[in-house]
């Protein structure tokens, strides 16, 4: 199947690949535009050529995108199903995630209902991260192909409460406004996002006036299960956590060539090296505390110089630190389940999946006390949280490094003790699946009122 859609000032041709999954049609578009300007794969290069750099078609993509999502359930003849055969037809619900797909509300109303099509469907839109809006220069609003009564929906002037930077058109403002709904990866999130204009990013006025709702995010449940495992040689559950976990921390620790100790404590990083995760905090906290009695693994990729600050871990404190600054599935894996600790020092954090990943696996979570942390972490019950940190990336605050410090301290003061074996057994006792979210979800997508949902 082959649709036309017009993008920027050419009509472009847009295929579509189809599999049916775990109960679920899966459609990925297929057109030049999204491979990695070089021969070869896309790799992880979905936004940009690296880390921090965006693609200069960016808006030419996602408005593909866009346009391509919204034909699909009309065009698919998708017969994968026992149940079902056919296109989906006109009576559906969209859920856009974050800017790239935010012109969906808009193309929804401008080329279909305008036209007496999709006129009972409606869309949600999800906020995963604020900090990412699609921010572009307003004289490229044209390039969207949408009627000048939208151009206000997409103005902006970042800076409204510092210095002015100059007009803008922005994407996650026109989906907030335009979208039937707009929902984040958890509560205390939403609540973060319409509290200030840091934590909001510039957004906490428009979505003070839309409102917004809060619903965790659920963890693959079979990727990451402890007794099934495929990367970790100790397989384990609530029963046999306690006899499991020091043998996994020994294999951890040879395997990145740490002294081979099971008594001494050993912390987990696991994440993305830059600043919304806090990985330049945590490395000025590890030059306080490393002094205890205690070992650390990082791993993570990001940004050069956060990548060589751990890197120089281990040259620092070769017996006591090891930097990973590669993308290594099995030793993610083996860091979840041998560590007993992992420490999340975020700035900010949407929902977060290490915390969950690390109670599911009986590693207890050192962490901020922001967005789906607070949610998720119970303090003294499945974790350690460790307040606030300073939202401003631009900066580490001493005042964060001294509350990873001392509640790095709090936490090893507890290790070995009858009541870091009940905190280990709590997190594994945690319902972390998609249940409970998916059933939250379907009640939201239910209250939209589309034609059909019952």
């Given at each position: 199947?082959?649709?036309?859609?017009?993008?920027?000032?050419?009509?472009?041709?847009?295929?579509?690949?189809?599999?049916?999954?775990?109960?679920v049609?899966?459609?990925?578009?297929?057109?030049?535009?999204?491979?990695?300007?070089?021969?070869?794969?896309?790799?992880?290069?979905?936004?940009?050529?690296?880390?921090?750099?965006?693609?200069?078609?960016?808006?030419l993509?996602?408005?593909?995108?866009?346009?391509?999502?919204?034909?699909?359930?009309?065009?698919?003849?998708?017969?994968?199903?026992?149940y079902?055969?056919?296109?989906?037809?006109?009576?559906?619900?969209?859920?856009?995630?974050?800017?790239?797909?935010?012109?969906?509300?808009?193309?929804?109303?401008?080329?279909?209902?305008?036209?007496?099509?999709?006129?009972?469907?409606?869309?949600?839109?999800?906020i995963?991260?604020?900090?990412?809006?699609?921010?572009?220069?307003?004289?490229?609003?044209?390039?969207l192909?949408?009627?000048?009564?939208?151009?206000?929906?997409?103005?902006f002037?970042?800076?409204?409460?510092?210095?002015?930077?100059?007009?803008?058109?922005?994407?996650?403002?026109?989906?907030?406004?335009?979208?039937?709904?707009?929902?984040?990866?958890?509560?205390?999130?939403?609540?973060?996002?319409?509290?200030?204009?840091?934590?909001?990013?510039?957004?906490?006025?428009?979505?003070?006036?839309?409102?917004?709702?809060?619903?965790?995010?659920?963890?693959?449940?079979?990727?990451?299960?402890?007794?099934?495992?495929?990367?970790?040689?100790?397989?384990?559950?609530?029963?046999?956590?306690?006899?499991?976990?020091?043998?996994?921390?020994?294999?951890?620790?040879?395997?990145?060539?740490?002294?081979?100790?099971?008594?001494?404590?050993?912390?987990?990083?696991?994440?993305?090296?830059?600043?919304?995760?806090?990985?330049?905090?945590?490395?000025?906290?590890?030059?306080k505390?490393?002094?205890?009695?205690?070992?650390?693994?990082?791993?993570?990729?990001?940004?050069?110089?956060?990548?060589?600050?751990?890197?120089?871990?281990?040259?620092?404190?070769?017996?006591?630190?090891?930097?990973?600054?590669?993308?290594n599935?099995?030793?993610?894996?083996?860091?979840?389940?041998?560590?007993?600790?992992m420490?999340?020092?975020?700035?900010?954090?949407?929902c977060?999946?290490?915390?969950?990943?690390?109670?599911?696996y009986?590693?207890?979570p050192?962490?901020?006390?922001?967005?789906?942390?607070?949610?998720?972490?119970?303090?003294?019950?499945?974790?350690?949280?460790?307040?606030?940190?300073?939202?401003?990336?631009?900066?580490?605050?001493?005042?964060?490094v001294?509350?990873?410090?001392?509640?790095?301290?709090?936490?090893?003061?507890?290790?070995?003790?009858?009541?870091?074996?009940e905190?280990?057994?709590?997190?594994?006792?945690?319902?972390?699946?998609?249940?409970?979210?998916?059933?939250?979800w379907?009640?939201?997508?239910?209250?939209?009122?589309?034609?059909?949902?019952?």
């Amino acid at each position: 199947v082959a649709v036309e859609v017009k993008v920027g000032d050419s009509i472009e041709i847009v295929r579509f690949f189809h599999c049916y999954k775990r109960g679920v049609d899966r459609v990925f578009v297929d057109h030049p535009i999204f491979l990695e300007k070089v021969w070869g794969k896309t790799g992880s290069k979905i936004y940009g050529p690296k880390a921090g750099q965006d693609y200069l078609d960016n808006e030419l993509r996602f408005s593909l995108l866009c346009q391509a999502a919204l034909e699909a359930p009309r065009v698919l003849n998708l017969n994968c199903s026992k149940y079902f055969s056919g296109p989906y037809g006109e009576d559906v619900l969209f859920i856009a995630n974050d800017w790239h797909t935010a012109l969906i509300p808009c193309y929804l109303k401008s080329m279909y209902q305008s036209r007496g099509i999709y006129v009972n469907a409606k869309v949600a839109l999800c906020i995963h991260n604020i900090a990412y809006q699609g921010r572009f220069a307003f004289s490229d609003f044209p390039l969207l192909n949408l009627p000048d009564e939208y151009r206000g929906s997409f103005d902006f002037i970042d800076g409204y409460e510092k210095p002015v930077k100059g007009r803008k058109i922005n994407w996650m403002k026109a989906g907030i406004l335009e979208s039937h709904r707009v929902v984040t990866v958890s509560p205390y999130y939403a609540q973060e996002l319409v509290s200030t204009v840091d934590k909001g990013v510039e957004l906490d006025n428009i979505l003070r006036k839309t409102s917004i709702t809060g619903i965790v995010n659920g963890m693959d449940t079979q990727e990451w299960n402890p007794a099934t495992d495929k990367y970790t040689d100790v397989k384990y559950d609530i029963t046999t956590v306690m006899d499991a976990k020091p043998l996994l921390k020994e294999a951890l620790q040879a395997a990145v060539g740490l002294p081979v100790d099971r008594k001494i404590p050993l912390i987990g990083f696991i994440g993305r090296l830059e600043e919304q995760k806090g990985s330049d905090i945590l490395v000025a906290a590890i030059h306080k505390f490393i002094g205890l009695d205690v070992q650390i693994v990082v791993l993570g990729t990001g940004k050069k110089e956060f990548e060589q600050e751990i890197e120089q871990l281990e040259v620092l404190y070769p017996d006591k630190a090891k930097g990973v600054a590669k993308f290594n599935v099995p030793l993610a894996h083996m860091i979840t389940a041998g560590a007993d600790f992992m420490l999340i020092p975020s700035r900010f954090e949407p929902c977060g999946l290490i915390q969950l990943h690390a109670m599911r696996y009986g590693t207890v979570p050192i962490c901020a006390s922001t967005g789906g942390l607070v949610d998720t972490v119970k303090e003294g019950y499945t974790g350690f949280h460790m307040g606030a940190f300073n939202v401003e990336c631009d900066v580490v605050d001493p005042d964060d490094v001294l509350k990873i410090v001392t509640t790095v301290a709090r936490a090893l003061a507890v290790y070995g003790t009858l009541a870091f074996a009940e905190m280990i057994k709590n997190c594994m006792s945690e319902e972390l699946s998609w249940k409970e979210p998916a059933k939250k979800w379907e009640t939201l997508l239910l209250g939209l009122g589309a034609a059909g949902s019952e």
